[in-house]
C-alpha cells in the first residue's frame, strides 16, 4: 500500500471491501430452521448502480423505486453459494415470504444514508 493513502488516522484498507465471501447463518423466525449460506460483501458503487437501475422516472418528473427489483438484484449478487444452489430470477420468485423474509436482511438499505440526512435536517 503506498504511503500516500495511510496516515495515522487514515487507513484505506479500513475502508474496502473484502475479497474473500464469508459464511452468514440464516434463521427462519417462524420455523427456527437455519442454515449457511457464503455471501460477498457489496462495494458502494455497485450498490449504486443497482439503485440506479431500480429508480424510475416518468415524463412528469416523479420517481419511482422499484424496491423488489433492488432487491432480487443485491441478493443475486451477493449470495455466492448456498443450499439451493444458485440464486436466479426463477428461485427467487418461487420463495415463500418466510425464506424470502430471512434473506432480505442481508440486503443494504438502498436509502439508509439520506433518512439520516432528513432526520439532522428536520432537527
Not at 500516500?4 to 475479497?19: A, C, P
Amino acid at each position: 500500500m503506498s504511503e500516500e493513502v495511510k496516515s495515522e488516522n487514515f487507513n484505506l484498507e479500513d475502508y474496502q471491501i473484502k475479497r474473500a465471501p464469508e459464511k452468514k447463518a440464516i434463521v427462519i423466525e417462524e420455523t427456527g430452521a437455519s442454515f449457511e449460506i457464503t455471501v460477498k460483501e457489496m462495494s458502494w458503487s455497485k450498490r449504486n448502480q443497482l439503485i440506479s437501475k431500480c429508480m424510475k422516472f416518468d415524463s412528469k418528473g416523479n420517481t419511482n423505486f422499484e424496491a423488489d427489483t433492488y432487491v432480487r438484484n443485491c441478493l443475486r449478487e451477493m449470495i455466492v453459494d448456498a443450499p439451493w444452489g444458485a440464486t436466479t430470477e426463477s428461485f427467487l420468485i418461487s420463495i415463500d415470504t418466510r425464506l424470502g423474509g430471512a434473506l432480505e436482511k442481508l440486503v443494504p438499505s438502498a436509502f439508509g444514508e439520506d433518512d439520516k440526512v432528513d432526520k439532522v435536517k428536520k432537527e
